[in-house]
């Protein structure tokens, strides 16, 4: 891995901030695939869902890479986002539980795409050792530690019961690994200095309804939304606006 600047690395950065890259990211790419060299503030905003200040606020975070009056260099732009949240490496990843939803995260395509690329499948079910999901055969669960130190792991992906998780986090983190992906509905405990990123979709569908019923009780009261349409607007941060 090449070492950045003392400068680089000492650039604090929101972690608000951090989150929404990727977002731009994607909107970037979206952009490019359309043929679009050059674009706005105001067009990048509007691609990724967010109000044009915050995307310079944001921006301004990385250096400037905006030309007052043309916009900025959409392949230039996605390059260094691309530096900053480290997708111009390629990261090994384990994904541990290959269930529903383990097999389908290990057919997702996205991740080779955006620099991650699976090196192993792991599950403590013996009778899931040797099949093969997405071309990569499951392995024991015991071979975790193998793994990490062989391909130098330092992501790891949770995708077994809740009941479960903890255990899989502290032999991930004994192993060496100190950033976890936790799909389990549960919350982790895990030491200083490994990242714990929870993805809990149950929660995300009650968020969905919480905000349908708001939208339902406003129409029923007869009170405009605030854009006149009868949509609720979400801030990307997650406060309704």
């Known amino acids: 891995m090449t070492a950045r600047s003392t400068t680089d690395s000492a650039r604090d950065i929101p972690e608000a901030t951090v989150a929404r890259l990727p977002v731009y990211l994607r909107a970037l790419l979206s952009l490019a695939d359309r043929n679009i060299a050059v674009c706005s503030s105001e067009e990048l905003a509007a691609a990724a869902g967010v109000n044009s200040a915050k995307l310079r606020k944001d921006l301004s975070y990385l250096g400037s890479y905006g030309t007052r009056g043309v916009g900025y260099d959409v392949d230039y732009l996605r390059y260094q986002i691309s530096r900053e949240i480290g997708g111009t490496q390629e990261w090994p990843v384990v994904i541990v539980g290959i269930g529903n939803l383990g097999q389908a995260l290990a057919n997702f395509s996205g991740f080779r795409s955006r620099g991650f690329r699976i090196v192993a499948l792991l599950d ?12 990569i055969p499951v392995r024991p669960f015991r071979e975790l530690a193998d793994i990490v130190t062989e391909h130098q792991v330092a992501i790891g992906v949770i995708s077994v019961p809740a009941p479960a998780a903890q255990d899989v986090a502290d032999a991930m983190v004994q192993a ?11 919350v982790l405990s895990v030491p200083p200095g490994v990242d714990v990123r929870k993805v809990d979709l149950s929660i995300e569908l009650q968020i969905l309804a919480y905000h349908e019923s708001r939208k339902a009780q ?3 009261d007869g009170v405009p939304s605030l854009d006149g349409t009868g ?8 406060v309704t606006a």
């Open 124 to 135: 403590a079910d013996r009778r899931l050792e040797g099949k093969e999901v997405a071309g």
């Open 231 to 238: 949509a609720v607007a979400i801030d990307p941060d997650g």
């Open 176 to 186: 060496g690994i100190s950033s976890i992906l936790n799909f389990a509905p549960t």
């Open 218 to 220: 406003t129409e029923a």
